[in-house]
């Protein structure tokens, strides 16, 4: 892979919505640049980027795939990721490996949810954007409105770089808004107005070509191209492009602008952290120190367990010695592979740039950083969604008793989104994901890969327990049965704990007097304050009695839900010097709050989950009722393009497991929808005391 420079790399990655095809035109790419004699189809099954069998079937991209093309003596890279919010993750990972962003907009549905989301995704992730109009051959396309919601949503610095001739069936091809000549009639827009506005793009991005601009001197094609690089990087120009990939109209000319006005490694300045808590700059140079990050894990049935490794600065070679910096442990790297869609072959060495896989490591997981021995510098997090939709699963024969626990964890390497988890109250295995869909495809995965079969239970909605006022207590814990006993004696006060406090100043002695020590958790927002004074108490003792509050916690009080928002405050207790232990102390701080979490006055909080439904105009008001019939708070709507309606909302998870069944029963299959964690909030009280008795739990006293 060394052929390449730097200044010769493109990475790309392709985000947008589903079926808006993102993987048709990387397969059109490949073909165009000789990759293949045949343009693969994601709907005959012959795609080079759908190579796992579910996305064969299912028409549609489940993971994150990478290929990668030569295009006027640039290497381009292309990350695809899925386009359903269900695999954001993929996206989100895949984000952090390139330097530009291919948002790839359906020009008959126009901005859909997931659109917006990689769009705002891409510009955390301080990645260039580019917008590219897809389907154009399509018909009853209103390009001007499309172009004037793509402004309004993403803003006025997303200018045509190329406008389309002629639409539909009579679409003919593209032209250049930079250098127009020869306008036909069939152009849908004015070329020239919008090449003034590119131009003002170019010089707001840099003073000096401002000042010549200003005084009418003409710049000349070369100042103009770069200045359009330079526009992309410092986001005063967010170019669109337009195109039909299926067509293979437009694709040469994105092809161009790619290697034309994609940024190199070079030229998107990362930072990290070193070991030290320095924030430095990562030069994207062979002869920098090694900083590379794994961002995507597949396990294949013949090659093992693959990693994919961004290198951005610094070089690998094949038996080197790596440091991981999550375990701090060096491990060596045996073999390098170039990704070919599903293919791979073998290569010496990955420069400042480029992206390698190594194989059967098991030790790397995504996200973490790669360094040499010496004072790495570590990537920044990647911040994945958190999971909501749980279920219990079983295998449904006892032969695969053993194996279902490997074969999910296999597949919680693969996907930063799922989540595998015991419940320490049921003791049940607990599967969670983004949706209904993405679990089933799991068991799909199960069923094909690892010939695992399983049940699976109603999904399990993370409630949380919490108390609403304070309560003051004792609780002695005393057992004599021959030999030697136990004796403890705690003293607790309970209080609610607020949001988003600081700790540092709200755990103070004027608030809490004889405050020694405090113990925050900001997790589950909890405090455990020690204000013993006299040695009521004996120190060896204080970190029992924590212990025996967070399990009681952790196992609940009311449902069986964990506890949230509260400080204890351990004041006063009684030892015995003969028969106190740590045992003791833990049971006596378990019961006391046990005892006084159901004194004050305890509700249960539920998730609620921020909606947005994209829908046809005329399905909004059923779109509506249902949304209320779930609790559901509607927060606003507007129009989108070719007819289809946004609609925002919030309402609890509980009532939202089956939503993807009846959004699509309700529209035909027409409605998407993308669905985040937003916080929690109180069960309604007929609601709590249902999920209380269903559960078999406590009277509530005081409630």
Aim: glycine residues 8%; aromatic residues 6%.
């Amino acid at each position: 892979m060394s052929k390449f420079s730097v200044q010769q790399l493109r990475n790309i990655v392709l985000v947008g919505h589903g079926a808006v095809g993102k993987t048709t035109l990387a397969d059109r790419m490949l073909f165009k640049a000789g990759v293949g004699n045949r343009a693969g189809s994601v709907d005959d099954g012959t795609s080079q980027l759908d190579i796992d069998e579910e996305e064969r079937q299912r028409h549609f991209s489940i993971s994150s795939h990478m290929v990668h093309f030569e295009h006027h003596g640039m290497r381009v890279n292309v990350i695809d990721t899925p386009g359903y919010p269900d695999f954001v993750g993929q996206a989100i990972s895949a984000l952090c490996a390139a330097e530009t962003a291919l948002i790839v907009i359906n020009a008959t549905a126009g901005i859909e949810a997931n659109t917006r989301r990689t769009f705002e995704l891409a510009g955390q992730a301080h990645l260039a954007r580019m917008i590219v109009i897809n389907k154009l051959d399509q018909e009853n396309i209103d390009f001007d409105a499309l172009l004037n919601s793509i402004q309004e949503h993403f803003g006025r610095n997303c200018i045509p770089l190329n406008l389309p001739v002629g639409s539909g069936q009579n679409l003919q091809g593209v032209m250049s808004t930079l250098q127009p000549a020869n306008v036909p009639a069939t152009a849908v827009l004015d070329p020239v107005a919008i090449g003034s506005q590119v131009m003002d793009a170019i010089i707001e991005a840099n003073d000096e070509l401002m000042e010549r601009y200003l005084e009418g001197e003409q710049l000349s094609a070369d100042e103009v191209l770069a200045g359009v690089t330079r526009a992309i990087a410092t986001g005063t120009l967010i170019p669109i492009f337009c195109l039909s990939a299926k067509q293979d109209i437009g694709v040469a000319e994105l092809m161009d602008a790619i290697a034309d006005f994609g940024l190199t490694p070079g030229e998107l300045f990362r930072h990290g952290t070193r070991e030290t808590g320095e924030d430095v700059e990562i030069p994207a140079a062979d002869e920098a120190p090694l900083v590379a990050q794994v961002f995507k894990t597949r396990i294949d049935p013949f090659v093992s367990k693959m990693s994919f490794i961004r290198v951005f600065s610094g070089k690998i070679t094949k038996d080197t010695t790596v440091r991981d910096l999550r375990t701090g442990k060096g491990i060596k790297i045996h073999q390098l592979l170039d990704v070919q869609g599903g293919q791979v072959e073998p290569v010496e060495e990955a420069h400042a740039g480029d992206v390698v896989v190594v194989t059967k490591i098991d030790d790397f997981q995504v996200g973490d950083t790669l360094v040499m021995n010496g004072d790495g510098i570590s990537m920044p997090n990647m911040v994945f969604p958190t999971p909501m939709i749980g279920l219990a699963v079983e295998p449904k024969s006892r032969a695969d008793q053993q194996k279902i626990s490997g074969a999910l964890h296999k597949i919680e390497e693969e996907d930063p989104t799922f989540h595998v988890i015991r419940d320490p109250q049921t003791h049940e295995l607990v599967m969670q994901g983004m949706s209904e869909l993405h679990l089933q495809i799991v068991q799909n995965r199960l069923h094909a890969r690892e010939k695992v079969d399983v049940i699976t239970h109603t999904p399990k909605v993370p409630y949380r327990e919490t108390i609403l006022s304070s309560a003051e207590g004792s609780y002695r814990h005393k057992k004599q049965s021959g030999g030697a006993g136990q004796f403890a004696e705690v003293h607790l006060r309970l209080h609610p704990c607020p949001q988003e406090i600081e700790p540092g100043s709200y755990f103070a002695k004027d608030r809490f007097p004889g405050l020694r020590e405090y113990h925050y958790d900001p997790a589950i927002n909890f405090a455990f304050l020690d204000c013993i004074s006299g040695g009521s108490v004996p120190n060896q003792f204080i970190p029992a009695v924590e212990k025996g509050v967070r399990e009681q916690m952790e196992h609940g009080v009311l449902a069986g839900f964990q506890v949230q928002d509260v400080v204890v405050e351990l004041f006063f207790g009684k030892d015995h010097p003969v028969d106190s232990n740590e045992n003791a102390f833990r049971t006596a701080g378990s019961c006391c709050f046990k005892e006084l979490f159901l004194q004050a006055r305890p509700a249960l909080l539920e998730p609620i989950m921020h909606l947005e439904v994209q829908a046809p105009s005329d399905k909004v008001g059923d779109l509506s009722s249902d949304l209320s019939s779930r609790r559901g708070r509607l927060e606003g709507m507007d129009n989108g393009p070719g007819g289809q309606q946004r609609i925002s909302a919030r309402a609890p998870l509980a009532e939202l497991t089956t939503y993807a069944r009846t959004l699509s029963s309700l529209t035909g299959g027409q409605g998407s929808y993308d669905l985040v964690f937003s916080h929690y909030e109180m069960v309604p009280p007929y609601e709590q005391a249902k999920i209380v008795n269903g559960n078999g739990s406590t009277v509530m006293n005081g409630a």
